[in-house]
């Protein structure tokens, strides 16, 4: 995703906790789209690298997430990827509502990030998807979309 990531991991908890804080992210504007919880799929597939012993990605759309998010998440670079990824997210359907924005601030205040920090995010995964968008070759479609995300 996101090249200062690289070195990142999440042990089986995390996994699971962000996995199911992802969800919470995905069921804020009323559905769970299927581009949302694709993309959690995809997290949690890479995270867990084929262990056939965490739970299935299924069970954790129903399970109840870990009420100690603060002390799972304990070093800043797995804070940041989850918000990161929490923000990513919000926008796969394609707009970040002011309440997916503030679910992800709720999640951000469990796990013990500063707000100053998501906004930092919020910039980073801007940046990041406009970058996608950079090769195309419609310069006014880009434009378009980089004002929406603005």
Known sequence: MFP???DVSLNAAQTVAA???L???AHVDGTRSAEEVALIGQF???CRNAALDWPAFASLQTET???DAAGLFTEPAQ???LVATCLLVAYADGALIDEELAAVRDVA???GMAAARVDELLALVKDYMLAQLASLPDAHSVAVVARELG
């Open 79 to 81: 804070r940041d990827i």
């Open 4 to 6: 200062q990531f690289d």
């Open 44 to 46: 949690y597939d890479a």
């Open 65 to 67: 997430p870990a009420s």
């Open 19 to 21: 996995t199911q804080m």
């Open 109 to 111: 205040a469990e796990i």
């Open 23 to 25: 969800l919470r992210i």
